[in-house]
Protein backbone atom coordinates (compact mmCIF):
# COMPACT_ATOMS: atom_id res chain seq x y z
CA UNK A 1 0.00 0.00 0.00
CA UNK A 2 1.04 3.55 -1.04
CA UNK A 3 1.49 5.83 1.91
CA UNK A 4 -0.57 9.19 0.85
CA UNK A 5 1.66 12.16 1.11
CA UNK A 6 0.15 15.00 3.22
CA UNK A 7 0.17 18.39 1.70
CA UNK A 8 2.75 20.63 2.74
CA UNK A 9 0.71 23.67 4.61
CA UNK A 10 2.80 26.08 3.29
CA UNK A 11 0.68 25.55 -0.58
CA UNK A 12 -2.72 25.32 1.94
CA UNK A 13 -1.38 29.08 3.36
CA UNK A 14 -0.39 30.23 -0.29
CA UNK A 15 -3.89 28.83 -2.20
CA UNK A 16 -5.99 30.59 0.71
CA UNK A 17 -4.48 33.71 0.23
CA UNK A 18 -4.44 33.42 -3.55
CA UNK A 19 -8.16 32.88 -3.32
CA UNK A 20 -8.36 36.09 -1.34
CA UNK A 21 -6.20 38.21 -3.72
CA UNK A 22 -8.51 36.68 -6.47
CA UNK A 23 -11.38 38.02 -4.39
CA UNK A 24 -10.10 40.80 -4.01
CA UNK A 25 -9.34 42.03 -7.62
CA UNK A 26 -13.01 40.65 -8.81
CA UNK A 27 -14.11 43.19 -6.08
CA UNK A 28 -12.34 46.09 -7.50
CA UNK A 29 -13.08 45.28 -11.19
CA UNK A 30 -16.85 44.81 -9.92
CA UNK A 31 -16.62 48.44 -8.18
CA UNK A 32 -15.03 49.76 -11.12
CA UNK A 33 -17.11 48.47 -13.82
CA UNK A 34 -19.83 49.77 -11.67
CA UNK A 35 -19.33 52.98 -11.01
CA UNK A 36 -17.54 53.86 -15.13
CA UNK A 37 -20.50 52.39 -16.57
CA UNK A 38 -23.41 52.85 -14.35
CA UNK A 39 -22.48 56.43 -13.41
CA UNK A 40 -20.71 57.03 -17.12
CA UNK A 41 -23.74 56.38 -19.16
CA UNK A 42 -25.80 59.19 -20.89
CA UNK A 43 -24.50 62.33 -22.36
CA UNK A 44 -21.91 64.24 -20.72
CA UNK A 45 -23.50 67.44 -20.68
CA UNK A 46 -26.10 66.09 -17.59
CA UNK A 47 -22.49 64.36 -15.67
CA UNK A 48 -21.73 65.63 -12.26
CA UNK A 49 -18.15 66.70 -11.46
CA UNK A 50 -16.33 66.14 -7.95
CA UNK A 51 -12.85 68.20 -7.87
CA UNK A 52 -13.21 69.01 -11.45
CA UNK A 53 -12.98 64.90 -12.67
CA UNK A 54 -16.12 63.47 -13.83
CA UNK A 55 -18.33 61.53 -11.29
CA UNK A 56 -17.44 57.98 -12.75
CA UNK A 57 -13.81 58.69 -13.02
CA UNK A 58 -14.04 60.45 -9.13
CA UNK A 59 -15.54 57.31 -8.09
CA UNK A 60 -14.42 54.33 -9.88
CA UNK A 61 -10.97 55.23 -10.11
CA UNK A 62 -9.23 57.69 -7.28
CA UNK A 63 -11.87 56.46 -4.30
CA UNK A 64 -11.57 52.43 -5.68
CA UNK A 65 -7.82 52.78 -5.38
CA UNK A 66 -8.64 54.39 -1.77
CA UNK A 67 -10.80 51.52 -1.14
CA UNK A 68 -8.76 49.17 -2.46
CA UNK A 69 -5.59 50.40 -0.65
CA UNK A 70 -7.49 49.93 2.47
CA UNK A 71 -8.39 46.50 1.37
CA UNK A 72 -5.33 45.21 0.80
CA UNK A 73 -3.72 46.47 3.71
CA UNK A 74 -6.04 44.93 5.89
CA UNK A 75 -6.55 41.91 4.27
CA UNK A 76 -2.46 41.48 4.42
CA UNK A 77 -2.28 42.78 8.08
CA UNK A 78 -5.01 40.29 9.60
CA UNK A 79 -5.31 37.16 6.88
CA UNK A 80 -2.12 36.69 5.82
CA UNK A 81 0.59 34.32 7.38
CA UNK A 82 4.51 34.53 6.90
CA UNK A 83 5.72 31.45 6.07
CA UNK A 84 9.33 30.21 5.74
CA UNK A 85 10.62 29.28 2.22
CA UNK A 86 12.95 27.03 3.49
CA UNK A 87 12.40 23.24 3.85
CA UNK A 88 10.64 22.26 6.72
CA UNK A 89 12.51 19.82 9.01
CA UNK A 90 15.63 21.02 7.12
CA UNK A 91 18.90 22.21 9.46
CA UNK A 92 20.95 24.97 9.17
Known sequence: MKKEKQEDSRFIIAKKEAWIGILLV???????????YGLGRGPVEKYSFI????????????VGLIVMILLVVFTVTFFFKEVPFDEEGENR
Open 26 to 36: IFNFIWWYGFA
Open 51 to 62: FGLPAWFFYSCI
